[in-house]
Structure formats: C-alpha cells, structure tokens
Nanobody
Framework: QVQLVESGGGLVQAGGSLRLSCTAS????????MGWFRQAPGKEREFIAA????????YYADSVKGRFTISRDNAKNTVYLQMNSLKPEDTAVYRC?????????????????WGQGTQVTVSS
C-alpha cells in the first residue's frame, strides 16, 4: 500500500518562504510522477508542480513559476516544494500525489494516490 505523508506547512508572512516535504513509502518510485496540488476554501483543486521521478523533468503552473521549485531526494523517497515570495493568495491546503508513469503529470486525473495535505497560510 502506497502512502504519502506531507509536512512543512504553517503560517508565514507575505514575502516569506516555506518548504513542503512529501515522503513516500510502499512503492518503487522510479516509475512515477509526483505532483503538488492546492485547494483554497471555495475554490477548485489547482495543479502547482510536478516532477517525473526517474528523469527529473519538472512542470509548473504559471501562477507559481519562478517562485516555487519542486525537487526530489531519491535516497529519502521524498519530494520537496520550495515556496518563495509567498503571497496571501497562496494560502491553501497543499497535497502531494503520485501518478503512474505515462500519465499527464499536470492533470489531476492522472494521480491515483494522495497525501492528507498540509495547511499553508500566508498573512498580508
């Protein structure tokens, strides 16, 4: 059974930084893409970033490009989301997810395993 556990959320002032972590277990992750999504109250879930585990190709939503960076640590089975220059509109629950290789990494429907999520709150 695959499990994803996120950590690193919290409260930060606008302009600040946070790093989210997503640690995976129970699966060979060389054949997946890992993604980060967020959902703010009253809004639909939004794709943020993804990385193909084996080759390291990365994808970003326009809203976070240049501010957020996704990376992975193979030895730790962990994906990170470094978030800089945070804005109040980045406030949301952030969830990581895993998608089988070959699926479109920017599409929510590609992902079949989800973490519980971690709250990120950016104050103005």
């Amino acid at each position: 059974q695959v499990q994803l556990v996120e950590s690193g959320g919290g409260l930060v002032q606008a302009g600040g930084s946070l790093r989210l972590s997503c640690t995976a277990s129970g699966r060979t992750f060389s054949s997946v893409a890992m993604g980060w999504f967020r959902q703010a109250p009253g809004k639909e879930r939004e794709f943020i970033a993804a990385i193909k585990w084996s080759v390291g190709n990365v994808y970003y939503a326009d809203s976070v490009k240049g501010r957020f960076t996704i990376s992975r640590d193979n030895a730790k089975n962990t994906v990170y989301l470094q978030m800089n220059s945070l804005k109040p509109e980045d406030t949301a629950v952030y969830r990581c997810a895993a998608a089988p290789v070959g699926k479109i990494p920017t599409s929510e429907r590609s992902y079949d395993v989800w973490g519980q999520g971690t709250q990120v709150t950016v104050s103005s």
